[in-house]
């Protein structure tokens, strides 16, 4: 199947996605959020949401950057230096400020419309620059310039992050308030999140760097 990458790229990318999934943001934020606040139901949904938001940023950008592949291979490969430079900024700014889950129950607020807290959660990450940053510069560093598959890999791969996060996002939901105090009184496991996470984002980074000066 040309749309699947290499073993060696697939475990890879494996590991990089078990490393985000696990490292707070504002999609973790606001479904354990609502979890707490409206209960197990308005979380999942929530989690649904900021999932199908990825699914179209996903989308968005396979078949955007495919457009650039075909007119340029080079110009394709200038989005990929500059992901990397970006990559590497995140990385630095993980050690320096670290992760945080910034969640505040509300345990008096009203449940909202399912249909409203999904459309929230799409929102969430639909609208976030960071998130279409990183994810404008992170698929692209698992394809090559001149792969002519690498549209359908960097959707294969966006699909594949989505249905890897889901198992692990639903358990963050349904064990929301050990979750939660659980990563607020352990600081160590948090800074080793964060020095997890910079070493991956880090090591693509210098990779595809080293890479475009052989």
């Not at 199947?1 to 943001?25: H, K, S």
């Not at 996903?58 to 080079?74: D, K, R, V």
Request: net charge positive; proline share 5%; charged share 10%.
């Amino acid at each position: 199947m040309a749309f699947v990458p290499d073993p060696a790229t697939m475990v890879t990318f494996t590991l990089a996605c078990l490393v985000l999934v696990l490292t707070p943001g504002p999609d973790m934020t606001l479904f354990v959020g609502r979890s707490l606040s409206e209960g197990r139901a308005s979380g999942m949904t929530s989690m649904l949401g900021a999932l199908a938001g990825n699914v179209i940023h996903t989308l968005l950008i396979a078949f955007g950057l495919s457009a650039l592949i075909a007119a340029s291979a080079q110009a394709f490969f200038v989005v990929k230096i500059a992901g990397a430079v970006y990559l590497l900024w995140l990385a630095v700014q993980s050690i320096r400020q670290g992760s945080a889950l910034s969640v505040t129950p509300d345990r008096t607020a009203r449940r909202k419309p399912l249909s409203r807290v999904f459309a929230t959660g799409v929102l969430v990450n639909l609208l976030n620059p960071k998130i279409i940053l990183f994810f404008l510069t992170f698929l692209p560093q698992f394809v090559a310039a001149h792969d002519p598959d690498a549209a359908a890999k960097m959707l294969f791969l966006g699909l594949y992050m989505v249905l890897f996060s889901l198992p692990f996002c639903a358990g963050m939901v349904l064990m929301a308030e050990g979750f939660s105090k659980s990563l607020r009184r352990s600081p160590r496991i948090m800074r080793a999140i964060d020095w997890l996470f910079a070493g991956i984002i880090g090591g693509f980074a210098v990779k595809i760097l080293l890479t475009s000066r052989s």
